[in-house]
């Protein structure tokens, strides 16, 4: 299968349906599109269900959170407490240990890398380490 960007898609759809109604089989629109056999059945079988807008690009939709709002904002609850408060040495919070409290509070555990997005999406960052000495 040939390497296409996604705006290419487009076309290559819109092309397959032009050819497919003018009587084409779909192996050889799959070879003179430099396509699979399988893709062109797909690209079919949606115009079929979907008509046009089948056709068009769309950016594919990410996964929902597993997390409710409320839920997000009981974690950054939490997470306010600060890490020692949670029964961690040290008041750094790392995305290991936040994914803990999530896995503690709410049965669900995401890659580390998932947590940051998390984070990110609730506007949540970590307040700066306090020292334990206090001026004197």
């Known amino acids: 299968m040939a390497s296409y960007k996604h705006s290419d898609y487009e076309v290559l759809r819109r092309r397959c349906v032009e050819l497919d109604q003018a009587g084409w ?11 699979t056999q399988g893709w062109v059945s797909q690209t ?3 115009y079929r269900q979907q008509g046009p ?12 959170t597993r997390l409710t709002n409320a839920q997000l904002l009981q974690l950054v609850e939490e ?5 020692e408060q ?3 040495v040290g008041s750094v919070w790392t995305r290991l240990r936040v994914n803990e409290i999530i896995k503690k509070l709410f049965g669900i555990s ?3 890398s998932q947590v940051g997005r998390l984070l990110k999406k609730v506007g949540w960052t970590a307040p ?9």
């Open 25 to 35: 089989k779909q192996k050889p629109i799959a070879q003179a599109l430099g396509l």
């Open 44 to 46: 079919l079988k949606k």
């Open 53 to 64: 807008a089948a056709l068009q690009w769309r950016k594919p939709p990410g996964a929902q």
């Open 79 to 83: 997470l306010n407490k600060g890490a």
């Open 86 to 88: 949670q029964g961690f």
């Open 110 to 112: 995401y890659d580390p």
């Open 128 to 136: 700066a380490a306090r020292s334990s000495e206090t001026a004197g």
